[in-house]
Nanobody, 126 residues
Framework: QVQLVESGGGLVQAGGSLSLSCAASGRTDVPRVMAWFRQVPGKERELVAAINWNGVVTYYVDAVKGRFTISKDNVKNTVYVQMNNLKPDDTAVYLC???????????????????WGRGTQVTVSS
């Protein structure tokens, strides 16, 4: 089992930046793909960015390419996403997730992930 706890959400003006963190505990000794999803009420949960176990391979949804950067610190068992030039459309609950099976960073569906945090709200005002 893996437990995930997000932090760092908040309210920011358009064009601003936020950094989210996801601290993992439990069976963190198993290499895993980890990711950030976001969800808006009435819409499907969307994969924003994913990173493989050693941080070498990453995936970004087109809407955030060039603005968001995912990274991880395996010593601290923490995954980060730096979000720059935020837009009102980025407003959502952001959830951290981890795969139990190694489907890879290009497995974009929520069903590919077995462990989830509770989420942190990001609100971007115009």
């Amino acid at each position: 089992q893996v437990q995930l706890v997000e932090s760092g959400g908040g309210l920011v003006q358009a064009g601003g930046s936020l950094s989210l963190s996801c601290a993992a505990s439990g069976r963190t000794d198993v290499p895993r793909v980890m990711a950030w999803f976001r969800q808006v009420p009435g819409k499907e949960r969307e994969l924003v960015a994913a990173i493989n176990w050693n941080g070498v391979v990453t995936y970004y949804v087109d809407a955030v390419k060039g603005r968001f950067t995912i990274s991880k610190d395996n010593v601290k068992n923490t995954v980060y996403v730096q979000m720059n030039n935020l837009k009102p459309d980025d407003t959502a609950v952001y959830l951290c997730a981890a795969q139990r099976m190694n489907y890879g960073v290009y497995a974009t569906t929520p069903s590919s992930y077995d462990y989830w945090g509770r989420g942190t709200q990001v609100t971007v005002s115009s």
